[in-house]
Nanobody, 130 residues
Framework: QLQLVESGGDLVQPGGSLRLSCAAS????????IGWFRQAPGKERVGVACISSGSRNTNYAESVKGRFTISRDNAENTVYLQMNSLKPEDTAVYYC???????????????????????WGQGTQVTVSS
């Protein structure tokens, strides 16, 4: 059974950078679409970025385009989210999620639809504040 563990969250000043990690155990990640989501206090969980199983395709929320980069290291069984030029509005708990269901579900996953993802991590807190 696939399990995901996020790490790398921290308190950082505006304009700073962080790299989040999503480490998998139990199964290999290379056949999974992986997404990063975030949830700010009092708000819904929303998609941030995702990467296809073959790493050929990525998708980003408009709010993070040009600042965040998603990547995967299959040898390490880990997916990363590099976050640059952080803003206070990036403050949230960040979650990674995975799905290996193909077809329409995979398309939905690449469109950052929460319901397409069946495996979730426990989250890591990112706080952007001076």
């Amino acid at each position: 059974q696939l399990q995901l563990v996020e790490s790398g969250g921290d308190l950082v000043q505006p304009g700073g950078s962080l790299r989040l990690s999503c480490a998998a155990s139990g199964l290999a990640l290379d056949s999974y679409v992986i997404g990063w989501f975030r949830q700010a206090p009092g708000k819904e969980r929303v998609g941030v970025a995702c990467i296809s199983s073959g790493s050929r395709n990525t998708n980003y929320a408009e709010s993070v385009k040009g600042r965040f980069t998603i990547s995967r290291d299959n040898a390490e069984n880990t997916v990363y989210l590099q976050m640059n030029s952080l803003k206070p509005e990036d403050t949230a708990v960040y979650y990674c999620a995975a799905t290996n269901i193909r077809g329409f579900t995979a398309i939905q996953a690449m469109n950052l639809r929460l319901a397409a993802y069946g495996v979730w991590g426990q989250g890591t807190q990112v706080t952007v504040s001076s």
